[in-house]
């Protein structure tokens, strides 16, 4: 057995190497995508080339990663640019590489999220995400958040006066509980203190990165050759996961089915309020042609879908949020003041919304921690991208626009235009919930789907999700703000960006290996 894997080991590394050097030689010859000889800043990484210094790095940049995709990529921050991009998503599409691993975890649906048939997909989602709908979930929102506290409440209690939790941790799990109530009317019971994980959330913990192997794993799988792919899925817990997954989805399906036909099967008081519901509610409608539904398979697929997009973002954004209250306690006393002024501990989403000190301190959670640091497209055609600022190239040449080879994969910079001087300031990399009072005027170039910043990307593939991460977000704040005081536990320096993929989180310099953010937690003094 073990030299059966040894060999399986040393061939995927011959091919790997070959298929590398085939990449690398061709990106020697024939150079980059763009006939432009673009700036970057400098390469100080055989291995990685330079991606990491063009995160924080101004304007257009030309970004060459050797070796690990032996490709040169065009990062770029420019709005016009990013604007052209979101309204020509047809030219400008997700990485090959991206869409195999979709694929393989969502199995043989998908394919109106990232085919022609996008729009349709959204027509049909859309309902579920409306304003009203929302304002529905706001009430399971609530209650999760309200499970969360009295666990903490419970540490503290067993802990004699201050309890010591790993928000990172906690925050998932509220997250997974509230996405899989919601979105599909199905009980993770993650939030526990006993440690135990049920079978869909382990198979949707070693898929999403959470894991300490996946972080390695999910990138490196976007950059290997096509053929590859499903070999090493074979010999991975991937594979089996996104079986679990896919057997689910279809599970829920029938149920979900058997409700709208009027069985009643998926009772238990929930009206079938859940976005799979709501989706296929919409999909059945007798209004919509045969032809033009959404087929089962793609229906299941969003099982997956929501659980992979909607629940590690929202926790994440969450736990940057107890770290920045953590860090700045006056901004957390003038929160705290603003939170205990409601009268109710359950208000509706439209008095979280009203309350003007929460909202600037999740838009700014939000610009300075996005969840996600940057977007990748690959170009399916020759283009030309407008330009808002020229660039000028190695050679001194002014260009008012960029010429784009088929092929060319672009790097769109999320965090670089959320924390861009030029458009918010000089202190645009500090945490001051207080800008949101007079934004600055350059900011509404930004062509973002929310409050001018790139976090939920925009245009047609917008995130669909974002007002209900916004809500949930801020019931998980009010409940826990007006119930707990928050500090860091261990001191500032110890903490790291710790990233998967385009994903930063926090983690500790003596623990890197997983995202971690340990707090203090005291119950309020009143
Ligand atoms: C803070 C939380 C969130 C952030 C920062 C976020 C960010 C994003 C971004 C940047 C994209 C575009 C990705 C791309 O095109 O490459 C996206 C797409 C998407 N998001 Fe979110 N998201 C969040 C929460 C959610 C939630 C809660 C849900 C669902 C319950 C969700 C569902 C989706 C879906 C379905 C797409 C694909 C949309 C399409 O292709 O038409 N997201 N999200």
């Given at each position: 057995?073990?030299?059966?894997?040894?060999?399986?080991?040393?061939?995927?590394?011959?091919?790997?190497?070959?298929?590398?050097?085939?990449?690398?030689?061709?990106?020697?010859?024939?150079?980059?995508?763009?006939?432009?000889?673009?700036?970057?800043?400098?390469?100080?990484?055989?291995?990685?080339?330079?991606?990491?210094?063009?995160?924080?790095?101004?304007?257009?940049?030309?970004?060459?990663?050797?070796?690990?995709?032996?490709?040169?990529?065009?990062?770029?921050?420019?709005?016009?640019?990013?604007?052209?991009?979101?309204?020509?998503?047809?030219?400008?599409?997700?990485?090959?590489?991206?869409?195999?691993?979709?694929?393989?975890?969502?199995?043989?649906?998908?394919?109106?999220?990232?085919?022609?048939?996008?729009?349709?997909?959204?027509?049909?989602?859309?309902?579920?995400?409306?304003?009203?709908?929302?304002?529905?979930?706001?009430?399971?929102?609530?209650?999760?958040?309200?499970?969360?506290?009295?666990?903490?409440?419970?540490?503290?209690?067993?802990?004699?006066?201050?309890?010591?939790?790993?928000?990172?941790?906690?925050?998932?799990?509220?997250?997974?509980?509230?996405?899989?109530?919601?979105?599909?009317?199905y009980?993770f019971?993650?939030?526990?203190?006993?440690?135990?994980?049920n079978e869909l959330n382990?198979a949707f913990?070693?898929?999403?990165?959470?894991?300490?192997?996946?972080?390695?794993?999910?990138?490196?799988?976007?950059?290997?050759?096509?053929?590859?792919?499903?070999?090493?899925?074979?010999?991975?817990?991937?594979?089996?996961?996104?079986?679990i997954m896919?057997?689910t989805?279809?599970?829920?399906?029938?149920?979900?089915?058997?409700?709208?036909?009027?069985?009643?099967?998926?009772?238990?008081?929930?009206?079938?309020?859940?976005?799979?519901?709501?989706?296929?509610?919409?999909?059945?409608?007798?209004?919509?042609?045969?032809?033009?539904?959404?087929?089962?398979?793609?229906?299941?697929?969003?099982?997956?879908?929501?659980?992979?997009?909607?629940?590690?973002?929202?926790?994440?954004?969450?736990?940057?949020?107890?770290?920045?209250?953590?860090?700045?306690?006056?901004?957390?006393?003038?929160?705290?003041?603003?939170?205990?002024?409601?009268?109710?501990?359950?208000?509706?989403?439209?008095?979280?919304?009203?309350?003007?000190?929460?909202?600037?301190?999740?838009?700014?959670?939000?610009?300075?921690?996005?969840?996600?640091?940057?977007?990748?497209?690959?170009?399916?055609?020759?283009?030309?991208?407008?330009?808002?600022?020229?660039?000028?190239?190695?050679?001194?040449?002014?260009?008012?626009?960029?010429?784009?080879?088929?092929?060319?994969?672009?790097?769109?910079?999320?965090?670089?235009?959320?924390?861009?001087?030029?458009?918010?300031?000089?202190?645009?990399?500090?945490?001051?919930?207080?800008?949101?009072?007079?934004?600055?005027?350059?900011?509404?170039?930004?062509?973002?789907?929310?409050?001018?910043?790139?976090?939920?990307?925009?245009?047609?593939?917008?995130?669909?999700?974002?007002?209900?991460?916004?809500?949930?977000?801020?019931?998980?704040?009010?409940?826990?703000?007006?119930?707990?005081?928050?500090?860091?536990?261990?001191?500032?320096?110890?903490?790291?960006?710790?990233?998967?993929?385009?994903?930063?989180?926090?983690?500790?310099?003596?623990?890197?290996?997983?995202?971690?953010?340990?707090?203090?937690?005291?119950?309020?003094?009143?």
């Open positions: 057995m073990q030299s059966h894997f040894l060999l399986l080991a040393a061939s995927l590394l011959v091919t790997l190497t070959i298929y590398h050097l085939i990449k690398a030689a061709r990106w020697f010859f024939l150079g980059s995508g763009t006939p432009i000889k673009l700036r970057g800043p400098p390469n100080p990484s055989f291995l990685f080339g330079n991606l990491k210094e063009t995160w924080f790095s101004a304007s257009l940049l030309h970004c060459r990663v050797v070796v690990y995709t032996a490709t040169d990529r065009i990062v770029t921050m420019d709005a016009k640019a990013i604007q052209h991009i979101m309204r020509n998503e047809h030219i400008y599409g997700k990485p090959q590489g991206d869409l195999r691993i979709l694929k393989l975890i969502l199995g043989e649906g998908n394919n109106e999220i990232v085919s022609r048939n996008h729009a349709t997909y959204r027509e049909r989602i859309n309902p579920a995400f409306a304003a009203n709908r929302i304002r529905e979930l706001t009430g399971t929102f609530f209650e999760k958040s309200f499970e969360l506290r009295d666990i903490w409440a419970a540490k503290i209690t067993a802990a004699s006066g201050v309890g010591r939790i790993d928000s990172v941790d906690w925050l998932s799990k509220t997250t997974l509980d509230v996405i899989g109530l919601t979105g599909f009317n009980h019971n993650a939030l526990n203190d006993t440690g135990k994980v382990k913990s070693a898929i999403s990165g959470s894991s300490d192997m996946t972080s390695v794993w999910i990138p490196l799988q976007a950059q290997l050759p096509k053929a590859i792919i499903p070999l090493l899925m074979a010999v991975s817990s991937m594979k089996s996961s996104a079986e896919q057997r989805g279809k599970e829920l399906l029938v149920e979900s089915k058997a409700y709208l036909a009027g069985t009643g099967e998926k009772n238990d008081n929930w009206g079938a309020r859940d976005l799979l519901s709501l989706l296929l509610k919409s999909n059945m409608s007798t209004d919509i042609p045969e032809d033009e539904r959404m087929s089962d398979a793609d229906v299941i697929a969003q099982v997956p879908t929501f659980l992979i997009a909607g629940h590690e973002t929202t926790s994440v954004s969450t736990t940057w949020a107890l770290f920045s209250l953590s860090r700045h306690q006056e901004i957390q006393t003038k929160l705290r003041e603003e939170l205990l002024s409601v009268p109710t501990e359950k208000p509706s989403m439209d008095v979280l919304n009203e309350l003007f000190y929460l909202d600037a301190f999740v838009r700014e959670t939000l610009r300075l921690y996005t969840p996600l640091t940057n977007i990748a497209r690959t170009a399916l055609q020759d283009d030309i991208l407008p330009l808002a600022h020229p660039i000028i190239d190695s050679d001194g040449v002014i260009h008012d626009s960029l010429p784009v080879r088929k092929g060319q994969p672009l790097i769109i910079a999320v965090l670089g235009v959320n924390t861009d001087r030029l458009l918010w300031g000089s202190d645009a990399y500090e945490f001051k919930p207080d800008r949101w009072l007079k934004v600055p005027d350059n900011v509404d170039t930004i062509p973002g789907v929310w409050s001018n910043l790139m976090t939920f990307w925009g245009g047609s593939r917008a995130c669909i999700g974002w007002r209900f991460s916004i809500i949930e977000m801020k019931a998980l704040l009010f409940t826990l703000v007006r119930n707990f005081e928050f500090e860091l536990a261990v001191p500032v320096e110890e903490i790291i960006l710790h990233r998967v993929a385009s994903m930063q989180r926090p983690s500790l310099s003596s623990d890197y290996s997983r995202a971690k953010l340990p707090l203090l937690i005291k119950p309020l003094k009143t």
